[in-house]
Nanobody, 124 residues
Framework: VQLQASGGGLVQPGGSLRLSCAAS????????IGWFRQAPGKEREAVSC?????????YADAVKGRFAVVRDSARRNAVHLQMNSLESEDTAVYYC?????????????????WGQGTLVTVSS
């Protein structure tokens, strides 16, 4: 099983990026997906999660209204994190994780599979 987060890069404040989480060895449609991030000098935190059962979503307060997690309707093994109105505080390494159980928890310990992170840098 492999997860891969991609789509990071350098963007100016106010800009947008779309991160993608792709998998091999499992079907993401059947898994809850969590997006986490770790900024320099800080602990990793949950950014957004989407359940597999009812499609319910979680967003951290810091990203509500700016980020959106979406399952790719064409590719069952991809989930995207659309990030708009990016701020310097969004600079971090972003990770996707998958969980083969109901719900969309925000605790890292609840996720079975992790991908390598992708770096997002928001700077002018």
């Amino acid at each position: 099983v492999q997860l891969q987060a991609s789509g990071g890069g350098l963007v100016q404040p106010g800009g947008s990026l779309r991160l993608s989480c792709a998998a091999s060895g499992l079907i993401l449609d059947y898994h809850a997906i969590g997006w986490f991030r770790q900024a320099p000098g800080k602990e990793r935190e949950a950014v957004s999660c989407i359940s597999s059962s009812d499609g319910s979503k979680y967003y951290a307060d810091a990203v509500k209204g700016r980020f959106a997690v979406v399952r790719d309707s064409a590719r069952r093994n991809a989930v995207h994190l659309q990030m708009n109105s990016l701020e310097s505080e969004d600079t971090a390494v972003y990770y996707c994780a998958a969980r083969n159980a109901p719900g969309a928890p925000t605790s890292e310990a609840e996720y079975n599979y992790w991908g390598q992170g992708t770096l997002v840098t928001v700077s002018s």
